[in-house]
């Protein structure tokens, strides 16, 4: 037993040294403006993921090295062994509340990182919103319409789109994916281009895959799928992200709403915007 207590005195007695909190800090630092500097070049969303909210860091993606989660991380675990080494006198009160706000504020970080999440609610006038948007993310939709109004939505996830896998035994019918593409240009095709049976935008368009641009709010996402119904195939589809008019197939005489959009969360309310005042 006695051992086991010199070991964990002589670990916590590394974690508060003075030296380590020092070069962490140092590094954290450092973090702070890569990240900073990297959000110009990639964008708020990419550069949070990739120095701010990740455990570790990677150099021209080969290097590992300490992110900010691990780097305060250990911090935090700092703090906490200074104040089981610091003796709990009247005349240390000071450093004690110091130490233990310091801790809480990197507690509250984590979980705050763990569980929350952004989004947007957009509301043209006189309307109302019972969902937020994330507009670092999208999703593929196909929804009944029911006398001009959406009914029951089937959504597929964008992490499925980017691995092609778009099955889902709740689908009307049958979709296999050809292209995607997160942020994609319309190219024209030759007015004699009817290669693959094309409906709607396919008939006069292909999406191209560009870079992504930094922020989200600036990509389009695109996808290009073949549309099985009953009867076999029903040809070759093509929709991109807020497209002026919805791309709308029918069958077995259904009618059904297929859409690329920001990734909706459902809220137990709904907003309504009656009035609005804008004051420069």
């Not at 990297?38 to 993921?49: C, M, P, T």
């Not at 195939?233 to 791309?247: H, K, T, W």
Request: glycine share 8%.
């Amino acid at each position: 037993m006695k051992p086991f207590k010199e070991k964990t005195l002589s670990l916590l007695r590394i974690l508060s040294n003075s030296r380590v909190f020092a070069f962490l800090l140092l590094w954290l630092m450092v973090i702070l403006v890569a990240g900073t500097i990297a959000e110009k070049a990639s964008g708020l969303y990419v550069a949070e993921q990739s120095y701010f909210s990740s455990a570790i860091l990677w150099l021209w993606d080969l290097v590992p090295l300490p992110g900010l989660l691990t780097v305060a991380f250990f911090i935090f675990l700092g703090l906490v062994a200074r104040l089981v080494l610091e003796e709990w006198r009247w005349k240390n009160l000071g450093t004690i509340i110091i130490h233990i706000g310091a801790a809480l504020l990197l507690f509250g970080g984590f979980i705050s990182t763990c569980v929350s999440s952004n989004g947007m609610m957009v509301i043209p006038h006189g309307e109302s919103r019972n969902y937020v948007e994330d507009s670092r993310h999208v999703e593929l939709v196909v929804a009944e319409i029911n006398d001009g109004e959406t009914g029951h939505e089937i959504r597929i996830p964008e992490e499925r789109l980017e691995k092609g896998n778009i099955g889902d035994s709740h689908l009307p019918f049958k979709i296999a994916l050809i292209s995607w593409c997160r942020n994609c240009a319309l190219v024209r095709l030759p007015a004699t281009a009817t290669e693959g049976d094309p409906h709607g935008v396919a008939l006069n368009f292909v999406l191209k895959n560009i870079p992504r641009a930094a922020e989200d709010e600036n990509n389009r996402a695109g996808l290009t799928f073949r549309l099985f119904n009953t009867k076999g195939s029903d040809g070759l589809y093509a929709i991109f992200q807020d497209m002026p008019i919805p791309e709308i197939v029918t069958v077995a005489g259904r009618p059904y709403l297929i859409a690329i959009r920001y990734r909706r969360s459902a809220l137990p309310f709904s907003i309504r915007l009656d009035h609005f005042k804008e004051e420069l």
